[in-house]
């Protein structure tokens, strides 16, 4: 499963989609293949563990092969070329994929801006969690420049 590599991108900026989003399994077994190798056909990149389905979507594929988070992020931004950089102005919400909207008035609390999702709601700000995200994308920023990784 990739979701947490998902949530990442989306918060990265990355409009990202999960085949879980668009094919319910259990309805659709088997069938996910299918559609992901349309959407590979329309323009966007397959990410995916599954090598045949890479092979099969061509170029148009990454296969990673990372069994963590940071290391699967760090194979797509290598394959982009994109640096692991966090903008939140350029996120999108990790739980729907939509573009967050920054609140510059009424926050609560201490925080003078908040970022909002548009469909859920949900409200983000830049507050204690964000220094372990900046040290998750450290880690990523180091696995791309070949250094070993360091202990989780
Ligand atoms: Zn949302």
């Known amino acids: 499963m990739?979701?947490?590599?998902?949530?990442?991108?989306?918060?990265?900026g990355y409009p990202t989609v999960s085949?879980?989003?668009?094919?319910?399994?259990?309805?659709?077994?088997?069938?996910?293949d299918e559609v992901l190798l349309e959407l590979a056909a329309e323009g966007h990149l397959l990410i995916t563990r599954d090598g045949v389905l890479?092979?099969?979507?061509?170029r148009g594929a990454i296969r990673v092969e990372s069994g963590d988070v940071a290391g699967q992020l760090a194979e797509v931004l290598t394959f982009l070329g994109d640096e692991p950089v966090m903008n939140p102005d350029e996120s999108r919400c990790p739980d729907c994929n939509a573009m967050v909207v920054r609140v510059e008035e009424g926050n609560p609390g201490p925080f003078e801006v908040t970022w909002m999702c548009p469909e859920c709601r949900k409200r983000y700000w830049v507050g204690g969690h964000?220094?372990?995200?900046?040290?998750?994308?450290?880690?990523?920023?180091?696995?791309?420049d070949g250094a070993p990784a360091s202990s989780r």
Do not use: Q, Y
């Open 130 to 144: 964000w220094r372990e995200m900046e040290a998750f994308l450290d880690r990523v920023r180091r696995l791309m």
């Open 2 to 12: 990739l979701e947490k590599l998902c949530r990442w991108l989306r918060l990265l």
């Open 19 to 32: 085949a879980w989003d668009i094919v319910d399994p259990r309805e659709h077994e088997g069938d996910e």
């Open 54 to 58: 890479a092979d099969r979507a061509g």
